[in-house]
């Protein structure tokens, strides 16, 4: 359980599935994430059984996180961060299913979503999947070290950094060219940074320090403090990570491919 609790921070699950400034109670849903395709609402994810998921199986949850599908075989949309929960450890899932029980149920109907035509239809969604989603766990790089393998599985997997770090196509498909370059177009329309390490639209001029400073306590090189959805993440998800996860994501992140792209700054 205690591991479950680490991975649930590391996913950050609580920020989406929490309503925060509605009052929700924690994991009872009811977050309006807006996205370029209409608002989504988040489920209640807590173990209520007639509002909840206290109906579900682990079956049944293991088969969301990895695979996008419902208890009735139809397809989550990928607002839900499956393409990269994907990837997640067997035991990690487990840990995390184990934990979520522990959660007090709260009762809160769930929403429909507002989605523009024709966004909103489940179906599509399969079309969607078969361009852009690839189901399978993490493979670690044998060539690379055990700090590299756990950064990448943390930015990947886990903490699914790309889902707002890289820019997307016009069908909501990630850019595969432009991995973590950022983009003008993210959560709640605002504007995430390039964080490959390119020396100028990027942050390749950071320290693994000031990386893991970032991370841990939201602040810049420069003294700025994230704000946004950034914010959050720190707050419920890398701010709760031990250090050494901290180094491992810098470690991983001054590794992979400097892209050039300027966006600018939303601060
Ligand atoms: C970026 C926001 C976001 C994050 C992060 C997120 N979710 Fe969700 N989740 C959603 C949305 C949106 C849906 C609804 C998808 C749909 O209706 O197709 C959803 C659906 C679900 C469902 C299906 C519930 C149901 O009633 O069918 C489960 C279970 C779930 N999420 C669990 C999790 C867990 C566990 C985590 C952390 C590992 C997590 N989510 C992280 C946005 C998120
Ligand atoms: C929910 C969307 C979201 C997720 C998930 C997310 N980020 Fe961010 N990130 C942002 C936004 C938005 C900013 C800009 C915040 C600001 O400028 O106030 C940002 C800023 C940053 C910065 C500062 C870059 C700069 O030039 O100032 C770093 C580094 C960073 N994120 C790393 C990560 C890592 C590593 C992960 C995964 C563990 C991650 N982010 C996950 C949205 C996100």
Redesign the pocket.
């Known amino acids: 359980m205690a591991r479950g609790e680490r991975v649930f921070a590391a996913a ?1 699950c609580y ?1 989406c599935h929490t309503d925060v400034k509605g009052g929700g109670g924690p994991l009872a849903g009811g977050r309006a994430l807006k996205t370029p395709f209409g608002i989504f609402h988040t489920p209640n994810i807590t173990p209520d059984r007639e509002t909840g998921i206290g109906a579900w199986g682990e079956a049944d949850f293991i088969r969301a996180l990895r695979e996008g599908l419902a208890r009735d075989g139809g397809h989550y949309f990928p607002a839900f961060p499956y393409a990269s929960y994907s990837g997640m450890s067997d035991r990690d899932a487990a840990d995390l299913w184990a934990y979520l029980r522990t959660v007090p149920p709260a009762r809160r109907e769930n929403r429909p979503h507002d989605l523009g035509f024709p966004f909103g239809i489940r179906a599509l969604v399969g079309v969607w999947k078969w361009l852009y989603f690839a189901p399978g766990r993490f493979r670690p790089d044998p060539a690379r070290g055990e700090a590299w393998n756990r950064g990448a599985y ?2 990947q997997a886990l ?3 790309g ?3 890289t820019p997307r196509d016009l069908l909501g498909g990630p850019k595969r060219e432009m991995v973590l370059a950022g983009t003008s177009a ?2 709640e329309g ?6 490959t390490p390119d020396e100028e639209t ?2 390749g001029k ?1 320290s693994e320090g000031d ?1 893991v400073s ?2 841990e306590i939201g602040m ?1 090189p420069d003294g ?10 720190v707050r419920h ?2 701010g709760k990570l031990p250090k050494e996860d901290l180094k491992a ?1 810098a470690i991983y ?1 001054k590794s992979i491919p400097a892209v050039r792209n300027r966006v600018s ?3």
């Open positions: 950050g920020a943390l930015v903490g699914h950094c889902e707002c770090h993210g959560p605002g504007k995430v940074p390039n964080i990027g942050i950071w990386i970032l991370l810049t700025d403090v994230v704000g946004d959805t950034m914010g959050e993440v998800a890398t994501i992140l700054s939303g601060r």
